[in-house]
């Protein structure tokens, strides 16, 4: 079983753009595989959808990011956690690592 951070964000949004500088290197820092998914690309968007509507079935109170943290993300998943919106690097690591730290 393998640990993931999935980003659902928007090519057209300026937090998510901002995350971009150092989300992934924290989750890889935190060893979880890091998936990015724009809504925009369909491709990707339908292959993880089945676990964003999981968390948000009508995608109401949806963050801008959505960080959905989940074991498994390619097979039988489990929604582990989730972090919404910007946050600063450190806090963004703390709320990640709150998460993992629930599992264990």
Not at 33 to 43: E, G, L, P, S, Y
Not at 68 to 87: A, M, Y
Request: with cysteine; charged share 25%.
């Amino acid at each position: 079983m393998s640990l993931a951070v999935i980003k659902f964000s928007s090519e057209d949004c300026g937090l998510c753009h901002k995350m971009s500088f150092y989300d992934q290197k924290v989750a890889t820092e935190l060893n979880l595989d890091f998936i990015d998914v724009k809504m925009q690309d369909t491709t990707t968007y339908r292959k993880y959808r089945n676990i964003l509507l999981a968390q948000y079935p009508k995608k109401e109170g949806m963050g801008w990011p959505t960080y959905i943290v989940c074991d498994s993300p390619e097979g039988d998943f489990k929604i582990l956690g989730e972090v919404k919106g910007g946050h600063p690097k450190g806090e963004f690591r703390t709320l990640l690592q709150a998460i993992i730290e629930q599992k264990n």
